[in-house]
């Protein structure tokens, strides 16, 4: 079955940097794009980037444009997001995200948070 495990979240002071993995199985890892969520308390779940499935392409929201970076290892089975400058509105629960056949998967999550 499809299992899709976040790690690396943690508390960071704003200005700070986090690496966050996604450890995927139960499909062809390589042949998918793989996409990162969030959801702050109170607020909706939101997109935050996608990466294609050879990592030729990318695309962010435009809150986090110029500060995170999504990349994969498909020989590793996964999915990385570098998020720099870190601010206190990117605190967040973060999700990774993999769509097969017109069905939706997400990890557990891994909690973010951007305060001093």
């Known amino acids: 079955q499809v299992q899709l495990v976040e790690s690396g979240g943690g508390l960071v002071q704003p200005g700070g940097s986090l690496r966050l993995s996604c450890a995927a199985s139960?499909?062809?890892?390589?042949?998918?794009?793989m996409s990162w969520y969030r959801q702050a308390p109170g607020k909706e779940r939101e997109f935050v980037a996608v990466?294609?499935?050879?990592?030729?392409?990318?695309n962010y929201a435009a809150s986090v444009k110029g500060r995170f970076t999504i990349s994969r290892d498909n020989a590793k089975n996964t999915v990385y997001l570098q998020m720099n400058s870190l601010k206190p509105e990117d605190t967040a629960v973060y999700y990774c995200?993999?769509?097969?056949?017109?069905?939706?998967?997400w990890g557990q999550g891994t909690q973010v948070t951007v305060s001093s």
């Open positions: 995200n993999v769509r097969l056949a017109s069905l939706s998967y």
């Open positions: 139960g499909f062809t890892f390589s042949s998918i794009a």
């Open positions: 990466i294609t499935s050879a990592g030729v392409s990318t």
